[in-house]
C-alpha cells in the first residue's frame, strides 16, 4: 500500500484562486419566464439558486468554470468548448429572446489542452464543433447574470470514460488553475436522481432517495475518496445526470481541505436538485484520494489473481501473453485435461476502476475446445470489442476478469420462462442476434432483459423474435 508520505512526494503550489465551487441544479422551470408559476414549487431550489448568484457577485471573479453533462460528449474525450465567443437560447422552451453569450478565456483553455497533453489525459478543443450552449451552462448562467457579468468563462464536458479518469482529469484542471494568477469560480452543473416521484422522469425507485442520502453525505463529510468506490449498478440505478460532473469537481480538490455546505436540497419534480458551495482551505497530503484508491485497487486485483481458479488465470495468461508477444500461450503445458476434451460457448467479461471494460463471447462453442473458446474470447474481449480502447500492459494491474461458461442455450415459448437473474438470454430474428448474459447489473427483470437484446442485435420493438434462454457457470 502507498504510503502518504510517498503520495505527498508530488509538489503542489497552493495560492487558491479558486476562490468558490459550487454544484448547483439545471431544471429550466427553476426559471420564471419558463416555469409561469410552476417555479415556486422548487423555491428551495430557486433560493439557493439566487444566493449563489449573490455571493458569486460578491466573489468577482475573473473566470467562471462551467462543468455540464449536456454539452456535446464524447466516448473516449473530454471536450472543450473553443473559440471566442459561445451563445445559447431558451427556443427549445418556448423563449428564443431569452439568450445569452459567453467569451472565453482562451488562456486557460489553451493550459489545460497542454497539461492534458503532457500527462496523457484526451481532453482538449479538438472535438468541439458545436459553440451552442447547454441548459446545464444556460439554467445557472441565467442567475449569475442577473447578478453579475464581468467574468470570462471555460465549459467543460464529461466523456464516456470510466469515473476514475474523470476523477483523473478533474485532478488535473484544480492543478491548472491552482497556478493561474486569475480568480476563479467553478460551477459543477448537475442533477441527482430522476427516480424520486411516480410522477418523475423515469418513475419512482428506492434507489432514487438512497442515492440522494449517499451523496449529501458525501458531500457534508468532503470524504470525495467515497465517490470513487460507489458501485456502477448504484448510480445507474438512480438514473442521475451529475455524477461525473461531481466526479470531476472532487478531483479538482485532491490533496486539499476542503468546508462544504448544502445550501439546498429536494425534489418537487421527482428530480434530485442539491445546491452546495465548497471553499479550499489549504494544502493536506492524506486527502490524496486518487492515489490511495489506486493503491488500494491495485491490492485488491492482486488478491482476485492469487484466489481465481483456472478458467479466469487462463483467461488473463491468454490477455497478457497476447498483447505482449500476439501468440496464444501453450495449452498443452497450462490446462488440465478438461479443457482439452469439451467445448462449451463462453464469454469472457473484464473490468477496470469498477466499470466494464470489455465483453465478447460465443453462445455455442466456435472452437475445438474450451481452452480455445476461452483463451480467444478474452483476447476479443480485450482488443477487439468496438465500445472500448483495447487492453494495454498499463492497464493488467487494474484489470478484473469474470468467465461465464454456458450452457447450450434452448427454446422460451413464453417470457414466463425467463429469469434474468438465473437465466441469460438469446433474441434472434433471422441473421440479427443479441445476448444478455444473467444477473447483469441493471437488468431488473426479463423484460428488460429482451429489451436490451433486441437493441443490441438492431431488432426494433414490432418484430417477431425467436427466444432462447440458457445458465452459466461463472468464475472469478
Known sequence: ?????????????????????????????????????????????????????????????????????????????????????????FASYGLPGLEYRLFYDRELVKEISLKAKMEDIPAGTMADNEQYMDHGTLVPLYFIYHEYRDFKAIRLALSGLSSLEHYRYGELLGEVFQKSEKRIVVIASGDLSHCQRIDGPYGYRIEGPRYDELMMKIIKSTNFGSLLSINHSTVAKARECGHRIILM???????????????????????????????????DASRAFYELYRSREEFSIKEQIERSDIYVRWARNAIETYIKTKKIPDMELTLPDSFLNTKAGVFVSLYEHGE???????????????????????IAAATHDPRFEAITPKDFPYLKIVVDVLTNPIPVLSMSDLDSSKYGVVVENGERRGVVLPGLAGVENASSQVEIARRKAGIEPHEDIVLYRFETTKHY
Open 249 to 283: 469537481l472532487a478531483g479538482m480538490f485532491d490533496r486539499q481541505k476542503v468546508s462544504s455546505k448544502i445550501l439546498s436540497h429536494e425534489a418537487p419534480f421527482g428530480v434530485g436538485y442539491m445546491v452546495a458551495s465548497f471553499e479550499i482551505e489549504g494544502f
Open 356 to 378: 466494464l471494460r470489455g465483453c465478447l463471447g460465443s453462445v455455442k462453442p466456435q472452437k475445438k475446445n474450451l481452452g480455445l473458446e476461452i483463451a480467444y474470447n478474452a
Open 1 to 89: 500500500m502507498m504510503s502518504v508520505s510517498k503520495i505527498a512526494s508530488k509538489v503542489y503550489t497552493f495560492s487558491m484562486p479558486i476562490v468558490k465551487s459550487f454544484i448547483v441544479p439545471h431544471p429550466p422551470l427553476c426559471i420564471p419566464e419558463i416555469g409561469k408559476g410552476r417555479d415556486i414549487t422548487a423555491k428551495e431550489t430557486v433560493s439557493a439558486l439566487k444566493e449563489v448568484a449573490r455571493e458569486i457577485a460578491l466573489l468577482k471573479p475573473d473566470t467562471i468554470v462551467f462543468m455540464s453533462p449536456h454539452s456535446e460528449a464524447y466516448n473516449d474525450y473530454f471536450s472543450i468548448a473553443d473559440g471566442e465567443v459561445g451563445s445559447g437560447s
